[in-house]
């Protein structure tokens, strides 16, 4: 049903302009073919959501929340996972076993978030949509 409703909303809207018809009723089968009626190109985890211990939720805009601190003028480089709900160090520890050794890792219990020094934006981003989030 929501895919006529957007149907009949985008021929109505772009009745005046009948060059450009063929373009909605292109991106509505597109959209109906995937299944997906975002605009942004997200697209929810499918599968089973695992028992890990522990949830990242995702910011308002759909994005996980990892992100990247300096201080000390730049000198000191750090990562930060935030918005997280369940037992902040078994992320650690999955964080812990895909960084180099040397890697500290800190647990902030009073903000939810998981702190990391230095810059490991791409493989906390990695593990968090390896499992699901």
Not at 9 to 31: H, K, T, V
Request: charged share 25%; hydrophobic share 40%.
């Amino acid at each position: 049903m929501a895919h006529r409703g957007l149907a009949a909303r985008c021929r109505l809207f772009l009745g005046a302009l009948p060059s450009l018809r063929w373009q909605c009723d292109f991106l509505i089968e597109r959209n109906l073919a995937t299944n997906s009626l975002r605009s942004s190109g997200f697209e929810p985890c499918i599968e089973e959501q695992k028992d890990l211990g522990f949830f990242v939720h995702r910011s308002k805009n759909n994005n996980l929340p990892v992100y990247t601190e300096f201080r000390t003028g730049r000198r000191r480089k750090f990562t930060i996972i935030r918005k997280v709900e369940g037992d902040l160090h078994i992320l650690a520890n999955e964080v812990r076993r895909i960084l180099p050794d040397n890697t500290v890792v800190q647990v902030n219990e009073t903000s939810s978030s998981v702190v990391i020094e230095g810059l490991y934006w791409k493989q906390i981003m990695q593990l968090l949509a390896s499992q699901g989030f």
